[in-house]
């Protein structure tokens, strides 16, 4: 699965175009363009918001099995 705990909130934008609307559906339609977004990984994210970790996860890699958009997260 290419979304995990460990990716930060840019990361997890970069690896999948529809991603932000996973985040906006958690309400979180902010984080793109935050200034935290390239550190928070997503384990802090749902952390500070109090989001269940596993299920914001799950929704996230929904999207990989329903569309073959999957763009690898660029380094550096």
Do not use: I
């Not at 990361?11 to 175009?17: G, M, V």
């Not at 932000?20 to 309400?27: D, G, H, L, P, S």
């Not at 970790?53 to 958009?69: G, M, P, Y």
Request: some cysteine; charged content about 15%.
């Amino acid at each position: 699965m290419p979304f995990h705990s460990q990716m930060t909130v840019d990361e997890a934008f970069a690896t999948h175009p529809h991603a932000r609307w996973v985040f906006a559906a958690y309400r979180l339609s902010g984080c793109n363009g935050c200034s935290r977004s390239s550190g928070e990984t997503l384990a802090e994210l749902c952390e500070g918001y109090k989001l269940p970790l596993e299920k914001f996860l799950a929704d996230l890699n929904a999207l990989c099995r329903t569309t073959s958009q999957v763009v690898p997260p660029q380094t550096g």
